[in-house]
């Protein structure tokens, strides 16, 4: 596991322990910030189920101005810490260890976030849909930005609306699909 592109390129960052996360190869990162590279420079970033960090240390790397991780893993947020420590950017970064679904039912922030990655164990689309739901509708309400966006990974046999999120893009990637998902006034209309 490395950061790809931008100030920090090259890096390895711990890989993590397990089969508790589950990283996204080279090639799909690469593509992925090919596609967010518009909205990165200054982004306000949330890395929710952030194992080791690599989204939003990408993210850093490459001009974002602050990122937020949330992992609820105790070894997890361990290797999270060591990697934001190892890059340097603990000045611009915060850790929220725990559950982040009780985190989002009460926080409400003083700033709007520009770029979600919501990557929940696949495992979750099936065994507790309403709660991914809710914490979608949670981000979106209270978090996002009007123009922000989520991107939303999970397992190509499963599905789930996150309203009030609507579609704008989706990418498959062998059994793996990212759908970036707008704040439903800002989604333009699918074709």
Known sequence: ?????????????????GDVTRPVTDRVKQSLFDILAPDIEGARVYDCFAGTGSMGLECLSRGAGHATFFEADRSAVDRLKKNIAAVGVSNRSTVVAGDLFRWFDSARPDFKIDL?????????????????????ARIAERHLSPAGLV??????????????????????????????LRPVEAAPAQE
């Open 1 to 17: 596991m490395r950061i790809i592109a931008g100030e920090f390129r090259g890096r390895k960052l711990l890989p993590p322990a």
């Open 116 to 136: 979600v990655f919501l990557d929940p164990p696949y495992r979750f689309l099936t065994e507790r849909p309403a709660e991914v739901q809710r914490l979608a």
């Open 151 to 180: 991107v939303f990974r999970h397992d190509a046999r499963d599905a789930l609306d996150l309203p009030p999120l609507a579609p704008a893009d989706r990418r498959e990637y062998g059994g793996m699909v990212l759908e970036f």
